[in-house]
């Protein structure tokens, strides 16, 4: 069993950055690919990046490439999202899913964290 925490999410100037932590514990947590995925009011929940288990292998949304970074750090059971230049449409709820069932930018996977709001003040 694995469990996921998001931390990191707050109110932020266009232009800012924020940087988001999924935390996870179980040992298993380590051959796990995991993908963020944002939802914002009244809008379906969309795929935000993915990384596989290495690190080596990592995809993000169009909208958000060349803005956003994931990272992970094994030894600490800790995925990363970097974010700069925040948007206003960034402004989401911001969830990290681990083990994904299906396509990695489908939002099957076997964990969910929480979620952790990220506002993006124009």
């Known amino acids: 069993q694995v469990q996921l925490v998001e931390s990191g999410g707050g109110l932020v100037q266009a232009g800012g950055s924020l940087r988001l932590t999924c935390a996870a514990s179980?040992?298993?947590?380590?051959?796990?690919?995991v993908a963020w995925f944002r939802q914002a009011p009244g809008k379906e929940r969309e795929f935000v990046g993915f990384?596989?288990?290495?690190?080596?292998?990592?995809y993000y949304k169009e909208s958000v490439q060349g803005r956003f970074t994931m990272s992970r750090d094994n030894a600490k059971g800790m995925v990363y999202l970097q974010m700069n230049s925040l948007k206003p449409e960034d402004t989401a709820v911001y969830y990290c899913?681990?083990?994904?069932?299906?396509?990695?930018?489908?939002?099957?996977?076997?964990?969910w964290g929480q979620g952790t709001q990220v506002t993006v003040s124009s």
């Open positions: 899913a681990a083990s994904n069932i299906r396509k990695y930018y489908e939002g099957e996977y076997r964990y």
């Open positions: 990384i596989n288990w290495s690190g080596d292998i990592i």
């Open positions: 179980g040992s298993t947590f380590i051959t796990y690919p």
